[in-house]
C-alpha cells in the first residue's frame, strides 16, 4: 500500500467518521484531493470501490444507504458513513498487572499465526490501559503455533460461518473420502489442529484433524447457525488420545531400550544376561514400530508378528532411502522464519487508526518509546507522522491533524474523529482471548485474578466478535506433564536447585541431575526445561517428558547468569543449542519428515523439488542419527559427512540382520 493510499484511505475514515449523514460519492470526490488524480472518471470510480472494499477488508464498518427507501439500489444517490457506535472499542480500562497478562497473553502466538493481530490488539488497548509500568517476566512460555496445513482456509470458514468441504483420510480406515463439514471451532491438543462441526453427509458433530485433510479445503456459498451450548473448551477437553489396547513381548539387551523401560505400564517379564523380556503397552503399531526400529540390534520384537514385520519393513525401507541419497549436495538457503499472516503495508492504515488515540492517551510520548511500542523504527515512525499531519478533508475549517514534536516528545491535537481505538477485530480477539484461557490453564495459573479480570473485560469490550473466544481453544499441557510442570515452576518462584532423574534418549540411559531452573518454555507441541546444570557447569534445555522423577531441594540456586544474555537469548524458543565443537548433519528429508527441520532448528536448508528438503543441523553427537533415520523407514537419510552417512549404512545393516534372526 503506498503512502498516497494509505492518505485517501485515513482521509475517507476521517470524513466518513465525521457525520452521522454522511457523504455522497461527488461530495468524497470533491473534498478528497486523490481521488481528483484519476485518470478518468471510470478510474476514480474503480479507485472509490477498491477503497470501500479495502476499509470492510481490515474491519472498517462502511456503511452505504439511500435517504430515500425507493432509491436503495441507486448508486447515483447513496450515502456513505461510518457508524461510530460500530467503529469505536467500547469504554473499558485495564490496570497495569490486567495489561501486563495480556501481554503475555500476546506472547502466546508463535511468528506467522495470530501474531501479527494480537500484537494490533494490544496496540488499542493500550491507549485504555493506566500508567503503571508493570511487566511479567514470565517464567513459563507456552507458544501456539498455526502451521497446520490449511489453517487460513479452515479459520475463514469458521469466522464467517460457511460450509467447508475437503478430502480427508480418516485414521480408523485409511480412506479417503469428499466431507463437507459446517465448522462450530477450532483446537489445538496433542500437537495437532482440530476442526469440530456438523458432518453434513452423517449428521452428527465430528472431529476432523487438519493434517489428515488430502487436499485443499473449499469454502462454499452459505452459511449456518452455531449452537449456542456449543464451546470449544469443552469439546476439546472430551477429546484423548488413544488408550493402549495392544500388547508387544520385546527382547532388550540388559541397561539398554530405556525409552520402552519408562513407558507407563511396561513390565518386565524376565531378566537374563543377554536379554530382558519386556511386556509394553502400546495404542498404534506404526510409533511403536518406528520406536523399537530407532533402537536398532537392542531390541527385537517377539509378539506380535504384524509389529515386528513392520519393523522390518522400516529398517528396509531406511536402508533403500540411506543407499540412494545423493553423496554431494551443496544447501545455499539459510532456514527462514514462517511468513506473517499479513504483510506490513497491509496493516499501515490500522497502525496509523491505532497511533492517534494512543499518542491523544499519552500527551507528550517519547519517539523512542512509541516507536518500540508499534514495532516499528523511529524514520518509519517519523513518516507516520508526517502522514497524519497532511491527511484530512482540505476544505473543512481545522479539518487536519497538528502534530508536533519537542524535545523528543509528541503532541497531537484536532483529531476528535479518531480519538478512539478501532473495535477489536475478530482474529484480534481471538488472539487475546485464546491467548489468556492457555495461560489460565497452565499450572499455578488457574486462579490468576488479573488473568480473570483482563478476560471478563476484554470480553465485554470485543462485543460481537468475544464469540471467537468459544469457538476457538487450545490444550497445552497434559495430565502426565502437569506435575513435573508444577514442581518446576515451584523451584523458580523459589530460586532453589531441583533434582531430577533424566532420560537420555541418545545415550539409551537414565542419569541423575542437579539443575537451577531458569524458565520453562513450549515448542512444537513439546515442554522444555532451561537450566544451569550444576554437574555439567553450563546452561542445558531438557524434555520436561523425559523426567522421570523431579524433586525440590532446600539448596538456592546459585549461578550468575548474565540477564542481558538470557533476554535476549528469549526471544527465541529453540530447544537445541548450537556450539563451537557441533557437527553439522545434512539430511534429505521426504514430504512426511520435513517437521525435522522445524523439530531440530535446522541452520540452513535446500528445497528439492516435489517438497523435499535437505536440511543442515547442529549436534553436539551424531550418535542417535541412524536411530532417527531407522524410525522414520525411508523419509529421511543422511548426505553428509560421508563418514555418518557410511556408519548409518552400518548401522542399518546391522539392524536388518538382528532382525532376520527373530
Given amino acids: 500500500m503506498s503512502a498516497k493510499r494509505t492518505e485517501r484511505l485515513l482521509t475517507l475514515v476521517i470524513m466518513l467518521l465525521s ?62 458513513r461510518i457508524s461510530a457506535e460500530n467503529y469505536r472499542l467500547g469504554g473499558v480500562s485495564f490496570l497495569p498487572e490486567e495489561y ?17 493481530a494480537a500484537s494490533r490488539a494490544l496496540r488499542k488497548l493500550s491507549s485504555r490501559s493506566t500508567d503503571g509500568g508493570t511487566e511479567l517476566t514470565p517464567l513459563i512460555q507456552p507458544r501456539i503455533t498455526t502451521d497446520a496445513p490449511y489453517w487460513d482456509t479452515v479459520w475463514q470458514a469458521l469466522t464467517s460461518r460457511a460450509p467447508l468441504r475437503f478430502p480427508y483420510r480418516a485414521a480408523s480406515t485409511g480412506r479417503e473420502e469428499m466431507r463437507t463439514v459446517h465448522p462450530w471451532g477450532m483446537g489445538a491438543r496433542f500437537g495437532h489442529w482440530y476442526v469440530v462441526g456438523f458432518d453434513t453427509t452423517r449428521k452428527a458433530e465430528r472431529f476432523f484433524r487438519l493434517s489428515r485433510m488430502t487436499g485443499e479445503p473449499v469454502i462454499l456459498p452459505g452459511t449456518f447457525e452455531v449452537p449456542a451450548s456449543f464451546d470449544m473448551n469443552q469439546t476439546l477437553s472430551s477429546l484423548s488420545r488413544s488408550e493402549p489396547d495392544r500388547i508387544a513381548v520385546v527382547a532388550a539387551r540388559p541397561g539398554s531400550c530405556q525409552v520402552l523401560r519408562v513407558r507407563k505400564d511396561t513390565e518386565i517379564l524376565q531378566t537374563g ?17 518406528a520406536t523399537i526400529a530407532g533402537l536398532g540390534v537392542n531390541a527385537r520384537v517377539r509378539e506380535p508378528q504384524e509389529l515386528a514385520a513392520e519393523v522390518v519393513r522400516l529398517l528396509d525401507d531406511a536402508h533403500a532411502a540411506a543407499l540412494a541419497a545423493p553423496e554431494h549436495l551443496e544447501i545455499s538457503g539459510r532456514a527462514r522464519p514462517a511468513p506473517r499472516r499479513k504483510s506490513s503495508s497491509q496493516d499501515h492504515l490500522l497502525r496509523l487508526l491505532d497511533l492517534v488515540p494512543y499518542l491523544l492517551a499519552h500527551p507528550g510520548a517519547e519517539v523512542g518509546e512509541t516507536a518500540r511500542r508499534f514495532d516499528v523504527t523511529e524514520v518509519q515512525l517519523t513518516k507516520d507522522l508526517d502522514l497524519l499531519f497532511v491527511s484530512g478533508p482540505r476544505h473543512y475549517p481545522d479539518g487536519l491533524m497538528d502534530v508536533n514534536i519537542e524535545e523528543d516528545r509528541i503532541y497531537l491535537t484536532n483529531a476528535r474523529d479518531l480519538a478512539e481505538p478501532v473495535k477489536l477485530s475478530m482474529d484480534e480477539a481471538c488472539s487475546l482471548l ?26 465485554a469490550a470485543a462485543g460481537d466478535a468475544a464469540r471467537i473466544g468459544t469457538a476457538v481453544a487450545t490444550k497445552l499441557t497434559e495430565d502426565d506433564v502437569d506435575p513435573t510442570l508444577e514442581v518446576l515452576q515451584a523451584a523458580l518462584h523459589s530460586n532453589v536447585r531441583v533434582d531430577v532423574d533424566y532420560f537420555v534418549p541418545t545415550r539409551d540411559e537414565i542419569t541423575r541431575r542437579l539443575l537451577e531452573p531458569v524458565r520453562i518454555f513450549l515448542h512444537q507441541d513439546t515442554w522444555y526445561l532451561e537450566a544451569w546444570s550444576v554437574d555439567s557447569d553450563g546452561l542445558r534445555n531438557f524434555r520436561l517428558d523425559r523426567i522421570q522423577r523431579a524433586t525440590l531441594t532446600d539448596q538456592p540456586a546459585t549461578a550468575d547468569l548474565d540477564e542481558e544474555f538470557l533476554a535476549r537469548d528469549r526471544r527465541s524458543v529453540a530447544p537445541y543449542r548450537s ?24 541452520d540452513a536448508v535446500q528445497e528439492l523439488g516435489e517438497d523435499r528438503l535437505a536440511a543442515r543441523l547442529k549436534v553436539a553427537s551424531s550418535a542417535w542419527i541412524p536411530g532417527l533415520v531407522a524410525g522414520l523407514g525411508g523419509s529421511a537419510a543422511v548426505i553428509a559427512p560421508a563418514e555418518l552417512r557410511a556408519e548409518t549404512l552400518r548401522w542399518l545393516d546391522a539392524a536388518r540382520a538382528h532382525q532376520a534372526l527373530a
Fill in 19 to 80: 457525520s452521522r449523514r454522511g457523504f455522497t460519492k461527488e461530495e468524497l470526490f470533491e473534498e478528497i484531493d486523490l481521488y481528483r488524480e484519476a485518470t478518468s472518471v471510470a478510474a476514480r470510480e474503480k479507485l472509490f470501490d477498491r477503497d470501500k472494499a479495502a476499509l470492510r477488508e481490515q474491519g472498517i464498518p462502511l456503511e452505504a444507504y439511500s435517504e430515500d427507501a425507493l432509491f436503495d439500489n441507486d448508486n447515483t444517490v447513496q450515502r456513505y
Fill in 273 to 289: 544376561e543377554e536379554w530382558d523380556v519386556l511386556r509394553v503397552p502400546y495404542a498404534a503399531s506404526s510409533p511403536m514400530a
Fill in 579 to 602: 556450539g563451537d565443537a557441533d557437527l553439522a548433519v545434512t539430511l534429505l528429508l521426504e514430504p512426511r519428515a520435513r517437521w525435522i527441520a522445524a523439530q531440530y532448528n535446522a
Fill in 434 to 459: 485464546v491467548g489468556l484461557q492457555a495461560l489460565r490453564e497452565l499450572p499455578g495459573m488457574r486462579d490468576n485474578e488479573a488473568i480473570i479480570s483482563a478476560q471478563t473485560k476484554l470480553t
Fill in 100 to 116: 501486563a497478562v495480556l501481554n503475555l497473553a500476546a506472547g502466546v502466538w508463535d511468528q506467522g499465526s495470530l501474531d501479527s
